[in-house]
Every structure is written in structure tokens, then in C-alpha cells.
């Protein structure tokens, strides 16, 4: 724990300093710069070659920057081919007064529209051993160059700088042109829906002034984007360019042809779900219950049938499911036609009575899509037994084992059985078999397994505290709910003992109201929250000097979404994992020394590198950035957003790694 303090002025002022170093090695590290590095041509980035001065060049072109990061702030346009000596300049001298670095780069990424010859990256900021003002010879050849910043968020800053033949010949020579067609093909070539034509040329003499193309006999038009083309039929584009100096290149053409494509099958599948047993006189199946489920589609065919029961992770059908646990059951069920389409998930209620049995009391709550023993994926999909316990409950695989014959001999014996049971077939038995052996449970270093932080129960629940807005309550089924009635930020926190490294495991479940979804975080390796010297405020303590492992699946709003390391590392929708609201979702986060993965029901969604330097995006005046973040140990916290983002937990574990 950090145990500084100070005043808020000397903290703010040690902060920015601490900052800006911080940034500047980052992004050094980031661009593989370690000094201002060497220009084509003659001399290196700061004007010397090995010692000796550089050879002072018949032109100079300056380029400056300041606070911003949309542009330039003073850019050449044009130039002449042959030596120049380039000055970029980012000073307090031309307007930088927070230390933002810039770097000058010539893009050497696309010769066919750019010139690539010059090799020049410079990274200048007023706090570096020049004061932010380098300089460079180069060799300029005719053409156009295209220069830009490469600090993440300042792509805005670019241009291109247009060199012309300076005299000693007329440039008779027209420009070389060519074009590049793409689109999805069928199978006698023609375009389905449409083609896009991108248009190229290049000048070696005075350079591209402009490109021409008519289509399908029209009046020719200055080229400036891809072409596309949409309409039935077979098409002729025409293209042609100019140079500088007036030649106009010999028309060249490209013929294709465009087809509609087929009619789109939009329409999803209709799943019917029918529960069937033998029922007491309240209705309640005796024993057990089984679900038949139907789809059917009329368009490009079922390609799949899932259920989801009690809220777990949807699974294959591929047979009536039997649910044999005593009390009341939801099942979702929904179809995936060969189109893509996805139904709208169905539900079917029911309820099973105790038929002189005892319901099973499952070792572990794990709902993953596959079993998963240690780290190791099986690919077996976690199928509900017999018994209502999933595979991956009856594996144990978090539990503290004496040795490694022990848990392998564990292991074989369940995979016997459900084999028996006709659970799993002889490939998944092995796989369950494999897995065990290569998970290393029992082994020195693996047999401690995980601590229970809150089982459901009041008393974990009573070892938790929370600061700030809004509030956590006991919800019934094992599970803690976030409050619809007290708003505000706020957090749940574990003050019991902090964590170095480990493997946190939870369950979330979203339960925002309507069609919203919830937005919330777990929160690792934050500091104390009362004794934090940075922050008056306990919750605000975890949000600025711990990170926020982030849970949303909205697709509007904040651009963080669950995966996310908040701040620093963006996980986009498409990479989430997104499951539907209602349904339980296991998340695991593991920390080692200073990198963080975090998994989504055992699929892994991010990786993250802890390093000092990286500053928090968007930006927010009194955030430490991961400078902030460092510390090897912390307490973990369940964030409260507001009453319209409802979140529930449950069955939260800890292992130390």
C-alpha cells in the first residue's frame, strides 16, 4: 500500500511530473525509439552522423507542433527535389506548455500512392536533450510525401508535402496508372450486390496532379475515392491521369459485371418447447421432469437447437433434456437457422417434486459452456447430469487436493460413471481423463485450491463492507443484488486481507430492468480506501489507483465493454461474449506479478500488461495513469453504478498463484 502524504498541491505537482516521464519512456518503448532516430539520406535526426556535423542541405523545411494533437502547427506544402535539411520543432518556443510529445514520420507504408524513399521518424517534446527542436538531411525525390504523428490518438495530425522537378529537363512522361477490383464473386465471376474500383497512378517526373474516370460511357470525373457500383448489370469504367507538367496517360479500361444477389433469408426459427411426467395434484413432476424442444424453419433450414437451464450457459440439444432436481426450473430455448438468424429466446416454467429422494448437493456452482480442469479446456460441452449437477461441478477441480493420484483417481471415477450414464461418450472420456493429468492439480505449487469469499450465506456476506452510493442485498439463491432504490457509485469491498497474485472467480448475472443492460466492474489490487492519502473519497480509491475489470454487454454508451481493463485496455462488443440478460456468467480474473487475463465463461477475453506510463483514456485530469497502479497487492471490490444498472453475484472464490 502506498503509504505517501502530502499536500494535494505537492502530490498534484509530483503526479504530473511523474507523469509526463512516465509517458515519455512509454511511448519511446512503444515506437521502438530510444533516440531521435536516423533520416534518409546524409546526418541522423538531430543533425550529426557519428560525430560529425551534417551537410547543411540548399533548403530547409520546418514543420512545428504544440498542445494539440489535430494538426500541425505550421506545415511546408511544397518543395523541390534533392538535399533539404527537415526542422520539426516541438518547443515552448512554439506552443507546447504541457510536454506532449509529437513525433514527424514520413509514411513509407504504400509506394503506389506515396513516395517511400525518405526514412524519417523524429520524436520530439520540450523536456528532451534538445529541448524538442531536432533536425535532419534528407534527399527529396518528385513525387508526393505523405508525413503524420505516430502517438496513439493523434492521427489527426497529418499531411503530405508535394516535391517537383526543380529544372535540367522537361518531364514529357505521363503518369503510370492502374486500378484493383474487388467484391464477392460467384462462381462465373461476376460481382454479387456490387464492385468497388480503386484507382492508382504515379509520376516520378513532376508528379500525380490529378485521376479521371467516365463509367459506362459518361463524362469523365476527377477520381478521389474507390468507385462503387451497384447497379445490374455489365459495366465499362474508363480511367486515365494527369502529371504536373500536362502529359495525360493513354485510357485504359476495366469491364465487370454485377448480378443482385440471392433473396436474404431474414426470418428466424420457431422453437416450441413440450414438459413432460407424471405431476402430482398441484402440477409439480414427480422426480422428474423431461423437456422436449422443436424448431422448425422454412427458409434455409435449423442448423441448430440450444436450451439454457436456470439461467446457465446455453448448451447443445441434441436430445430431451431430464431435469431430476426438486424445485421450480426456467428453461430457455431458442434456434440458429443455416442463414445466421437466431430466435428470440422462448421460456417454459415448471416445477419438480420430491419423490422420496434426496436433491443432489452439487460440490462446486460452475456453469461454463465446456469442462474445464485447471486451465485446460476439454472442449467437452458441460452438460447437467443426471443428478441436476453440471460436469463441471462433479470435477472439483477447485478443491484442495493431497496429491496428484488423488485427483486423478477422482476424475476417472466421474468420467466412468457419466460414461455409464450415457453423459459423455468414450472420446469426451478421454478428453476428461487427458485434461486431468495435463491440469497438474495436486501437484507441489497446485493443491491449495480456492477460498470461498461469499457462498451465498449472511455471514460472508456480513465480511464485506460498502462505501460510497448505492448498496448490495442478499437476494436469495446463493446470489447478492446491487439496490434499485439507493443510487449513486458505490462499492462492495472484501477488507478482510489484501491479494498478490491470484485467480478470482465469480458469477454475474445482469438483471438491468427493461431492455437496459447493466454496467459494472470488479475491481483488483486497489489500496486501502480509508487510508489513502490521493482520494478523500473510499470508493473513488479503487477507481484511481486499482483496475476495473469491466462488465457491459450494451451496445451503446461507454466504449468499454466486459473484458475491458477500464481505462487502459478496450475490449469491443464483438469480443465480449455477450450472453442475454438473466443468464449466469462465470468471470475469471488472474493476476500474476503485473498481467491481468480475464475469461468469460473459460473463454478468454483479454490480456493485459500492467506497465507504468500508460495514461487513462479518455483523459481525466487527476488520474495517476498505471504509474499509479502498481502495486502487488490489494483488496478486490464489486462496483454499484446506479438503480437502473441491477447486477447480481454469486459464489465468489479466490486461489493464490
Given at each position: 500500500m502506498?503509504?505517501?502524504?502530502?499536500?494535494?498541491?505537492s502530490?498534484?505537482?509530483s503526479?504530473s511530473r511523474?507523469?509526463?516521464?512516465a509517458?515519455?519512456?512509454t511511448?519511446?518503448?512503444a515506437?521502438?525509439l530510444?533516440?531521435?532516430p536516423?533520416?534518409?539520406g546524409?546526418g541522423?535526426?538531430?543533425?550529426?552522423?557519428?560525430?560529425?556535423?551534417a551537410?547543411?542541405?540548399?533548403?530547409?523545411?520546418?514543420w512545428t507542433?504544440?498542445?494539440?494533437i489535430?494538426r500541425?502547427l505550421?506545415?511546408?506544402a511544397e518543395?523541390?527535389?534533392g538535399?533539404a535539411?527537415?526542422?520539426?520543432?516541438n518547443?515552448e518556443?512554439?506552443?507546447?506548455?504541457?510536454?506532449?510529445?509529437?513525433?514527424?514520420?514520413?509514411d513509407?507504408?504504400?509506394?503506389?500512392?506515396?513516395?517511400?524513399d525518405?526514412d524519417?521518424?523524429?520524436l520530439?517534446?520540450p523536456?528532451?536533450?534538445n529541448g524538442?527542436?531536432h533536425?535532419?538531411?534528407?534527399?527529396?525525390?518528385?513525387?508526393?510525401?505523405?508525413?503524420?504523428c505516430t502517438?496513439?490518438?493523434?492521427?489527426?495530425m497529418?499531411?503530405?508535402?508535394v516535391?517537383t522537378?526543380p529544372g535540367?529537363?522537361?518531364d514529357?512522361?505521363?503518369?503510370?496508372?492502374?486500378h484493383?477490383?474487388s467484391?464477392?464473386?460467384?462462381?462465373?465471376g461476376?460481382?454479387i450486390?456490387?464492385a468497388?474500383?480503386?484507382?492508382?497512378?504515379?509520376?516520378?517526373?513532376?508528379?500525380?496532379?490529378?485521376i479521371e474516370y467516365?463509367?459506362d460511357?459518361?463524362?469523365?470525373?476527377?477520381?478521389a475515392?474507390?468507385v462503387?457500383v451497384?447497379a445490374?448489370?455489365?459495366?465499362?469504367?474508363?480511367y486515365?491521369?494527369?502529371?504536373?507538367?500536362?502529359n495525360?496517360?493513354a485510357?485504359?479500361a476495366v469491364?465487370f459485371?454485377?448480378?443482385?444477389?440471392?433473396?436474404?433469408d431474414?426470418?428466424a426459427?420457431?422453437?416450441s418447447?413440450?414438459?413432460?411426467?407424471e405431476?402430482?395434484a398441484?402440477?409439480a413432476?414427480?422426480?422428474s421432469a423431461?423437456?422436449?424442444?422443436t424448431?422448425t424453419?422454412a427458409?434455409?433450414?435449423v442448423?441448430?437447437?440450444?436450451?439454457?437451464l436456470n439461467?446457465?450457459?446455453?448448451?447443445?440439444?441434441?436430445?430431451p433434456v431430464t431435469?431430476?432436481r426438486a424445485?421450480?426450473h426456467?428453461?430457455r430455448?431458442r434456434?440458429t437457422?443455416k442463414a445466421g438468424n437466431?430466435?428470440a429466446?422462448?421460456?417454459?416454467d415448471?416445477?419438480?417434486?420430491?419423490?422420496?429422494?434426496t436433491e443432489?448437493d452439487c460440490p462446486e456452482t460452475?456453469?461454463r459452456?465446456t469442462?474445464?480442469?485447471?486451465?485446460?479446456?476439454?472442449?467437452?460441452?458441460?452438460r447437467?447430469?443426471?443428478?441436476?449437477c453440471?460436469?463441471?461441478?462433479l470435477?472439483?477441480d477447485e478443491?484442495?487436493?493431497?496429491g496428484?493420484n488423488?485427483f486423478?483417481?477422482?476424475v476417472?471415477?466421474?468420467?466412468d460413471?457419466l460414461r455409464e450414464e450415457g453423459?459423455?461418450?468414450?472420446?469426451?472420456?478421454?478428453?476428461?481423463t487427458?485434461a486431468?493429468r495435463?491440469?497438474?492439480i495436486?501437484?507441489?505449487?497446485?493443491?491449495g485450491?480456492?477460498?470461498?469469499?461469499?457462498?451465498g450465506?449472511?455471514e460472508?456476506?456480513?465480511?464485506?463492507?460498502?462505501?460510497?452510493?448505492?448498496?448490495?442485498?442478499?437476494?436469495?439463491?446463493g446470489?447478492m443484488?446491487s439496490?434499485t432504490?439507493r443510487g449513486g457509485?458505490g462499492?462492495?469491498?472484501?477488507p478482510?486481507r489484501?491479494?498478490?497474485?491470484?485467480s478470482?472467480?465469480?458469477?454475474?448475472r445482469d438483471?438491468?430492468p427493461?431492455?437496459?443492460?447493466a454496467?459494472?466492474g470488479?475491481?483488483v489490487?486497489?489500496?486501502?480506501p480509508?487510508?489513502?492519502p490521493?482520494e478523500?473519497?473510499?470508493?473513488?480509491v479503487?477507481i484511481k489507483?486499482?483496475h476495473e475489470n469491466q462488465i457491459?454487454?450494451?451496445?451503446?454508451g461507454?466504449m468499454?465493454?466486459?473484458?475491458?481493463?477500464y481505462g487502459?485496455?478496450?475490449v469491443?462488443?464483438?469480443?465480449a461474449g455477450?450472453?442475454?440478460?438473466g443468464?449466469w456468467?462465470?468471470?475469471?480474473i488472474?493476476?500474476?506479478d503485473?498481467?491481468y487475463?480475464i475469461f468469460?465463461?473459460?473463454v478468454l477475453?483479454?490480456v493485459?500488461d500492467?506497465?507504468?506510463?500508460?495514461?487513462?483514456?479518455?483523459p481525466r485530469g487527476?488520474?495517476?495513469g498505471t504509474a499509479?497502479r502498481q502495486?502487488a497487492d490489494?483488496f478486490i471490490g464489486?462496483q454499484?453504478h446506479?438503480?437502473?444498472d441491477?447486477?447480481?453475484?454469486?459464489?465468489?472464490?479466490?486461489?493464490e498463484?
Open positions: 502506498n503509504g505517501t502524504r502530502g499536500t494535494a498541491a502530490r498534484r505537482l503526479r511523474g507523469l509526463l516521464t509517458l515519455v519512456v511511448l519511446l518503448a515506437l521502438g530510444t533516440a531521435p536516423a533520416a534518409y546524409q541522423s535526426a538531430n543533425g550529426t552522423d557519428g560525430g560529425r556535423p551537410t547543411a542541405a540548399d533548403q530547409t523545411l520546418t507542433a504544440g498542445n494539440d489535430d500541425y505550421t506545415a511546408p518543395a523541390v527535389a538535399p535539411t527537415i526542422v520539426f520543432e518547443s518556443a512554439t506552443g507546447n506548455t504541457t510536454g506532449m510529445p509529437h513525433t514527424l514520420t514520413f513509407t507504408s504504400d509506394p503506389s500512392r506515396y513516395n517511400a525518405v524519417l521518424n523524429i520530439a517534446n523536456a528532451d536533450d524538442g527542436r533536425t535532419a538531411e534528407v534527399t527529396l525525390t518528385p513525387g508526393t510525401y505523405r508525413y503524420y502517438i496513439p490518438g493523434h492521427g489527426a497529418q499531411g503530405t508535402l516535391v522537378d535540367g529537363g522537361e514529357t512522361t505521363a503518369p503510370e496508372t492502374s484493383e477490383i467484391g464477392q464473386q460467384d462462381s462465373d461476376a460481382y450486390g456490387g468497388t474500383v480503386a484507382l492508382s497512378a504515379t509520376d516520378p517526373g513532376s508528379g500525380v496532379e490529378k467516365a463509367l460511357g459518361g463524362e469523365f470525373a476527377e477520381y475515392a474507390p462503387a451497384d445490374v448489370g455489365e459495366h465499362r469504367l474508363v486515365r491521369a494527369v502529371d504536373r507538367a500536362g495525360v496517360s485510357e485504359k469491364e459485371t454485377v448480378v443482385a444477389p440471392p433473396e436474404e431474414t426470418t426459427p420457431e422453437t418447447a413440450e414438459v413432460s411426467g405431476r402430482d398441484e402440477g413432476y414427480l422426480g423431461t423437456v422436449t424442444i424448431a424453419d427458409e434455409s433450414g442448423e441448430r437447437v440450444q436450451y439454457s439461467g446457465g450457459p446455453y448448451l447443445a440439444y441434441t436430445a431435469v431430476a424445485g421450480p426456467l428453461l430455448h434456434a437457422d437466431t430466435s429466446a422462448k421460456t417454459v415448471f416445477t419438480v417434486a420430491e419423490e422420496d429422494t443432489p460452475d456453469n459452456r469442462v474445464i480442469i485447471g486451465t485446460v479446456d476439454t472442449g467437452v460441452p458441460n447437467v447430469t443426471g443428478d441436476g453440471t460436469v463441471n461441478e470435477i472439483e478443491r484442495a487436493w493431497d496428484e488423488d486423478l483417481r477422482h476417472a471415477a466421474v468420467a460413471r453423459v459423455v461418450d468414450e472420446r469426451e472420456h478421454g478428453l476428461l487427458r486431468a495435463e491440469s497438474a495436486g501437484t507441489p505449487g497446485h493443491t485450491g480456492y477460498r470461498t469469499l461469499f457462498d450465506s449472511a460472508s456476506f456480513a465480511d464485506w463492507e460498502h462505501v460510497g452510493g448505492g448498496a448490495f442485498g442478499l437476494t436469495g439463491g446470489a443484488t439496490s432504490t457509485l462499492m462492495l469491498w472484501y478482510d489484501q491479494f498478490g497474485d491470484f478470482l472467480k465469480l458469477q454475474f438483471d438491468a427493461d431492455s437496459g443492460r454496467n459494472s470488479v475491481f489490487r486497489f489500496p486501502d480509508h487510508w489513502h490521493g478523500s473519497r473510499p470508493e473513488w479503487a489507483y486499482g457491459l454487454d450494451r451496445a451503446d461507454d468499454y465493454k466486459t473484458g475491458s481493463v487502459f485496455d478496450k469491443n462488443l464483438d469480443g455477450v450472453e442475454e440478460k443468464v456468467n462465470d468471470y475469471e488472474r493476476v500474476v503485473q498481467r487475463w468469460r465463461n473459460g477475453l483479454n493485459f500492467n506497465d507504468p506510463g500508460l495514461v487513462f483514456n479518455p487527476d488520474d495517476p499509479g502495486y490489494g464489486l454499484t446506479g438503480t437502473s441491477v447486477i447480481s453475484f454469486r459464489n465468489i472464490r479466490i486461489q498463484l
